[in-house]
């Protein structure tokens, strides 16, 4: 701020203002530039946790839809027993022919996912959805039998997201004979 004084026949001076000085308008231009660059930086991040969630969002609901309808299927093929995988005539992207929980094993990563004839959900374009059924161990859940049938299954649902460095979203549970 700069301050003139004047003299008058009177003696002594009259102080008037006369605004403010170049280097306080500058010093108050920086920092009004450090606070707004805060700001929009806080700004930029929470958009990006926003967008994160609801992508994390998303792939679960593709995980938990996948889960829900394999856990809607029988434990074993109709009528048979301790056989595993797919049989004649059940196979490819189109999943509408599975009847048992183990055919959905291998399926899986495509991009975009697929509904159950196949068709691509391209509005989910940028995730993919794989599949793995393994018969597991009574007595231990954690032990996978390759051979013949057990009483449960380990079913695991995964999407993952075409974009590096995004995390993936894995859905386990155990089936079940009934």
Do not use: C, W
Not at 143 to 168: C, M, N, Q, W, Y
Request: proline share 2%; net charge negative; aromatic share 8%.
């Amino acid at each position: 701020m700069t301050r003139r004084f004047h003299v008058h026949e009177a003696g002594v001076a009259e102080v008037r203002e006369r605004g403010h000085s170049f280097i306080e308008f500058t010093l108050a231009s920086l920092l009004l530039i450090v606070i707004l660059g805060s700001v929009f930086k806080v700004l930029i991040q929470g958009q990006d946790v926003a967008q994160n969630t609801q992508k994390q969002t998303v792939a679960l609901l593709l995980a938990r839809d996948m889960l829900e309808e394999i856990k809607g299927k029988e434990f074993e093929e109709p009528g048979t027993s301790g056989t595993f995988g797919r049989e004649a005539g059940e196979g490819g992207r189109n999943r509408s022919a599975y009847d048992d929980v183990d055919d959905f094993d291998g399926y899986g990563q495509n991009s975009p996912p697929r509904d159950v004839d196949g068709a691509q959900l391209g509005e989910f374009s940028e995730f993919a959805r794989s599949v793995t059924v393994e018969n597991v161990d009574a007595g231990n859940f954690s032990r996978v039998r390759s051979a013949g049938s057990t009483p449960f299954k380990r079913i695991l649902v995964r999407v993952s997201s075409t974009v590096a460095g995004e995390a993936d979203i894995v859905l386990e549970t155990i089936s079940g004979r009934k």
